[in-house]
């Protein structure tokens, strides 16, 4: 396209003009996730599932494999990693990431833990990125999820991280971060430790939200959809895009102005809040909630917001 121009000499010239494309952040990896409560006889659906939309990563739990399916568990164009369940049937993971990407498994070792971590080595410039499996049964004992939270927080200290999978937990409250048994407020405690965000909303299995998908970065994931399931299955299916922004383009983000904060109306706020007595009854994770709601809310009164102007495409470091 152009603009008309009229020149000197009265002849009208085409002179170029110049859109500015806008950018966003675009989809590094297609990602699949199902609970297959055996793969068996599921295995040639889930390989038409996963050719047919073309998935970079396919993360599984319930495998129920042994060294016996050795010769089953491959796919075509994938590169296969898993972790069977050992001493009793049932259980296991595995993680298929497509042949071009490279990637290797971290964490090796520890059988009593039914996880995986694979990291993937960023395209053109982009960070790398770890994905993780997870299958935790519903009667894990207490030491081996303190092992699970150990691995959890060595892999999420300095690296993108994007953990699915399994963790029967169906008592937590997701949307007011509470949890009635003393395991899953463990759980909770370890998921705000390593400031990861869930971000499954439906229920996947019989009106429970058993599968859950964290992250580590906001913005990392989106796309996120629940249903479908393989075979037999009674989990709900779960497909997820990791995001990374464009090479070229521009954000904005919001950041606090402290300089600017009146810290008087923010002590003011806090101190109309009667803290005994609201607090009074609940418990600890119930209170914590309470308490960082309260402060956030006053925070967003008293602190003025600026935007700060970041370039896409910086290889994230750290």
């Known amino acids: 396209m152009g603009t008309m121009a009229e020149p000197g000499n009265g002849q009208l010239e ?11 952040p675009v989809a590094q990896l297609k990602c699949f996730y199902t609970n297959a409560r055996s793969v068996g006889n599921k295995q040639e659906e889930l390989e038409a599932i996963v050719w047919q939309e073309s998935y970079d990563v ?19 164009g994938y590169k296969p990693f898993r972790k069977d369940r ?14 071009g990407y490279e990637c290797r498994e971290l964490i090796e070792g520890n059988s009593r833990v039914e996880c995986l971590w694979v990291r993937i080595r960023g395209r ?18 207490v030491e081996v999820d303190d092992i699970f939270y150990k691995q959890l927080g060595e ?10 999978g399994e963790f029967n937990l169906p008592d937590i409250s997701w949307a007011q ?6 395991q899953s407020r463990r759980f909770l405690e370890c998921v705000g430790d ?44 779960i497909e997820f895009s ?39 009854g609940k418990r600890i994770q119930e209170g914590w909630t309470f308490s960082k709601e309260k402060v956030l809310k006053a925070q967003e009164q008293a602190v003025p917001v600026r935007c700060k102007v970041s370039c896409w495409g910086k290889r994230q470091t750290g």
């Open 14 to 24: 085409v002179r170029p003009s110049y859109t500015k494309k806008v950018v966003g």
């Open 58 to 76: 396919v993360a599984i739990t319930e495998t129920w494999w042994d060294d016996s399916h050795d010769w089953s568990a491959a796919m075509d």
């Open 86 to 99: 050992q001493g009793r049937r049932g259980g296991g993971v595995a993680l298929y990431v497509r042949e």
């Open 124 to 141: 053109a410039s982009k960070a790398d990125i770890v994905v993780g499996v997870c299958y935790r049964p519903p009667n894990q004992d």
């Open 155 to 164: 892999v999420s200290k300095s690296l993108a991280l994007v953990l699915v």
């Open 177 to 182: 971060n509470t949890a009635e048994r003393e």
């Open 194 to 237: 390593n400031f990861l965000t869930q971000l499954v909303r439906e229920p996947t299995r019989e009106g429970a939200l058993l599968d859950l998908l964290f992250i580590n970065r906001e913005g990392l994931v989106g796309d996120v959809t629940v249903g479908g399931r393989l075979g037999h299955s009674d989990h709900e299916m």
């Open 242 to 280: 990791v995001l990374r922004e464009a090479r070229r383009g521009a954000s904005r983000t919001a950041t606090m102005d402290f300089q600017r904060a009146d810290f008087g109306l923010l002590k003011s706020l806090l101190n109309r809040v009667p803290w005994e007595a609201v607090l009074k």
